[in-house]
């Protein structure tokens, strides 16, 4: 769900709490020898007994017989293990965004034919709400796996990688085209195989964008898990235990202590994964900025430096990691030995036709040759919808649109004053972010069904729709949040005192000074949220709580019904309606905003 | 005595060195896709017909004005880029792509930040195939010699600048190149600094200490060219050529200010700043001497662009440079000007040259002359100095006078930028002529010629519109 076209700029956003500089890194990079193992490596191999049992539990679930709906218990004993399953499922996930990010996004960069398709596709893809991708996912996979629950459950792995992939990819896409020209120049100078440049300079150079935005993918996880736990298709419905399932049917059931008791554990889990895995990670991946002087606050982890004391890990690093990655260094050197670096392939003149652009050629001509099948399947199927539904598609479109600029409204109106508020103040910016970051990555999702408690007073139509509009703005208000808050940070000090010294008050102080400056970080925000907003409409606009189901005429809940229903056909013009209307709006609004944003606004 | 038989004589061994590397007719074109308005199809050329060999033991040091495609041809010669046409040949082979025995010293030290010291100087050798061990072991000696002991586990943020250029040339020696190839890598270091890296790196290399054949360096100082080449290569632009080919002075006179030294010097500035002048003429003219040039020289030809291109000056420095040289009765050598005010050639040719297309001096011999305009200038009170620099823009710059013209001419005594632009555009890159447009609404608004809005984007005379000043 999160889209973001410049993540240099929403950097500033990911820095945890500032402390000291950092002057034990020489000894943190290199611990003393003959350490004695300590609490750090005691908490090294708990972590390490814990990911065990998990996986073998989890991996005698997926070889068991199939069972579809897999009965889930409210009992708080149970959350322990469903919060541990959604977790794995949400790693494999990732991982599985990771793997597709440095593939898709190396082979876009570098590759001038591939790029002028690779990128309009990633777009689209963007564009389109997960539920969209759930018919032709779970049916392929549970046909391919009928007798164990694997099929079902890669599925859920695959709809959560559709919510956390295209971010990342478009972060490290950008990354690997604007390298820097000397490092470019470095890399091929010192002959870096096409393999080794990548590992050395394409991938740290992407890592702080691609570290932001792997934070913004669990978010969109997190915030699609009940979608994708809980699958209705036609008349075959999956479950699968998990902490999505566990607080829908809290939420069906109306069982309000069950659902707050998952809440809590959600909660948990989210801070738990930001102290153990997202600080370290920042701190860490603080020496990949791009800077030439070091920036006087660098991120701190506690944890991270406990993990450098480590001995277990310095063992491992020295013993095994070293050791290993030189050895694969090598073996994938050797594979592709005649691939030295050599000139860019950008120049003017034609490459030579080498055994690659063969195979390069003939990939593309598969692929092409699917597209095409798989383009006249769809034109068949689209041909068999009447003019009335799309008349009909294209009303809901115009709904969904005016919720989405609806939530927007909204989420600027309080943003923007409370942002600047934040930035402005360093003591503030300094405690509030780290929790402004972590409550932004709670889903929304999860809570909504006891906001729904309140809304369901009102009359049907009326709470759902704030219901709805509430969900949007839940779900995407924080990219406008962090980047109202990043832009204010960087309004230049000097700018602030003059504005003080000439008496600049008031809201010709924000018309002249606060505005223009925000403007550019503001649209940045915007861009994320509301491409959010239009993913979400498949979970706001349909809404099942006490079993009831509940939806308001919109893109979201068509799409979602036609999932349900397994009406592909349907299923399928809805979602090209909402991918055009997206990518129109994208193209026609936000990037000429953003361009002028650019050209008349940044400061510097 | 001439300098040209003090040169031969010491260069002159029993038999002529190896030709380690030739480029022989390369030329570059640039954007070859870029259209005109009509349709035409134009790239910008860069490089014509650069002709030019580096020998075995040889200290070559390419020296030309911003843009006149050293960069651009050091990087064709390190393979790094292929010419338009020509061909570059190391050792009879012709190069296709960067060549193992070469290595580059950049002007942004080009230093891996997520790398340590010693990462970064092992980043050169991990194309070769040593062990890990080995590796270790060559780029810690690298480190060893060039002077980087004890920093092996910082990273480079972490170090000063002449430091991170340390790690730079370790990392370039470390793979024992045959060429050393530097583009400014002095220049981004402070004064001191760089005078310290120099020296050491001349010694290693007059020592014999690293196994380097040749070296190759382009600058932008002309002091540090005397002070280190062996050879002198004079570039000149629009297109990039060689302009000539000079012989640096004997060993014994390089780091002394001797005549020699010094001549040479005035010489290279003289060529410089006289872009339009042959150089062997130049050269014939300087005290009436005889001597040569080794390499070819070329005439240049008429400026590829059939437009007057203004150099990004912003005024004030053209004001204070000609109050300087009046206090210096109106003459002033020019290489003294850069030593004193330690400018080097990217920042002193612009300015002579703004000085020059403003009519307020003259370049002659290495010298600036003021003229007439230029002694009012430099004696002019604020007011004044407008009225002159008003006078003096209308009648030597074309597109300001074009501007004003247009602006008087259009009904609302308002004209468009984009206008403006697209018409620079037939000349110039987009970039480009943005910056010339720039420079141009800079020197007019000083002049107090017209005004310009920047927010839209819009030209006008102030009097005609002065309630849209913001
Ligand atoms: N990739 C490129 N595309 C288009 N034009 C280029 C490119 N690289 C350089 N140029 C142009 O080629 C010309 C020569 O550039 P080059 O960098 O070689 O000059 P230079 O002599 O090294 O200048 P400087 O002294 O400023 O470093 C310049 O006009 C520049 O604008
Ligand atoms: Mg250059």
Known sequence: MAQVYLPERSEAQVRPPRGPIQTRRQNDATPTQGQRPGFADAIVIIALIGAVALLVTAASRWTAEQNPAIHISLQPIYLPLYAGLSLLRMMLAYLLSLAFTLIYGHIAATNRTARRFMVPILDILQSIPILSFLPGVVLALVAIFPHSNIGIEMAAVILIFTSQAWNMTFSYYHSARTLPVELREAAMVYRLSPWRRFIRLEIPFAMIGLVWNSMMSWAGGWFFLMAAEQLQLGNRSFQLPGLGSYLQIAANAGNGGALLLGLFTLVVLIVLLDVVFWRPLVAWSDKFKFESVRSTEAPESPILDLLRRSTIIEWFSLHAAQPGSEWINRQIDRIFHNQSASMPSDESTPAPITYKTVIGWGIGGIIAVLAMIGCLLALHALAQISLLTWGTLGVDGFFTLMRTVLAMTIAVLWTVPVGVKIGMSPTWSRRLQPIVQVVASIPATAFFPVLLIVLFKLPTGVGINIAAIALMLLGTQWYVLFNVIAGAMSIPSDLREAADIYRVSGWRRWRTLILPAIFPYLVTGLITASGGAWNASIVAEVVQYNDKTIATPGLGSAIAQAAANNTPSILLASTLVMAFIVVFINRMVWRRLYQIAERRYTLG | ?470
């Open chain 2, 1 to 470: 005595m001439s300098l040209s038989s003090k040169v031969t004589k010491m260069q002159q061994p029993t038999h002529s060195p190896a030709v380690l590397l030739e480029a022989t007719h390369v030329r570059k074109m640039y954007g070859d896709e870029k259209r005109t308005k009509h349709g035409e199809i134009q790239g910008v050329l860069v490089l014509d017909d650069v002709s030019l060999q580096i020998r075995e033991g040889e200290f070559v040091a390419i020296l030309g004005p911003s843009g006149s495609g050293k960069s651009t041809l050091l990087r064709i010669l390190s393979g790094l880029i292929h010419p338009t046409a020509g061909t570059v040949r190391y050792r009879d082979a012709l190069v296709m792509g960067p060549d193992p025995h070469l290595a580059i010293v950049f002007q942004t030290f080009a230093l891996f930040p997520w790398l340590t010291v010693l990462e970064n100087v092992e980043l050169g050798l991990e194309a070769q195939d040593l062990t890990r061990t080995q590796r270790t072991k060559r780029a810690l000696a690298a480190i060893d010699t060039i002077g980087l002991d004890g920093f092996e586990d910082a990273y480079p943020k972490e170090l000063s600048g002449g430091m991170r250029q340390r790690v730079g040339f370790a990392r370039a020696l470390v793979v024992e190149p045959e060429l050393l190839f530097m583009d400014e890598p002095f220049s981004a270091l402070d004064v001191l600094t760089a005078e310290n890296l120099r020296t050491e790196l001349l010694r290693l290399w007059r020592e014999g200490r690293i196994p380097t054949k040749a070296i190759l360096m382009v600058t932008h100082n002309i002091e540090e060219a005397v002070q280190m080449a062996d050879r002198l290569v004079v570039m000149g632009h629009d297109p990039g050529c060689i302009r000539a080919i000079l012989n640096g002075v004997p060993l014994a006179d390089r780091l002394a200010k001797t005549p020699a030294h010094e001549h040479l010097v005035d010489l290279v500035y003289t060529i410089i700043t006289q872009p339009d002048e042959d150089a062997g003429t130049i050269m014939a003219a300087q005290d009436g001497r005889k001597e040569q040039p080794v390499g070819p020289t070329a005439t240049p030809k008429p400026s590829g662009r059939g437009y007057q291109s203004l150099p990004h000056i912003k005024i004030g420095a053209v004001n204070g440079l000609a109050e300087r040289v009046q206090r210096h009765d109106g003459r002033e050598d020019l290489a003294v000007l850069g030593r004193e005010l330690q400018m080097e050639l990217d920042d002193i040719l612009p300015l002579v040259e703004a000085v020059e297309l403003l009519g307020f001096g003259e370049a002659m011999e290495g010298d600036l002359i003021l003229t007439d305009a230029g002694r009012r200038l430099a004696e002019g009170d604020e007011l004044q100095d407008k009225e002159i620099f008003r006078e003096q823009v209308l009648s030597n710059v074309e597109l300001i006078r074009q501007m004003k013209e247009a602006l008087d001419r259009a009904e609302d005594h308002e004209i468009q930028e984009d206008q403006i632009l697209e018409q620079l555009e037939e000349y110039f890159s987009p970039d480009e002529a943005r910056r010339q447009f720039e420079t141009a609404v800079d020197w007019a608004r000083y002049a107090e010629l017209f005004a310009y809005d920047g927010a839209s984007g819009l030209l006008y005379l102030e009097d005609a519109a002065p309630t849209s000043t913001q």
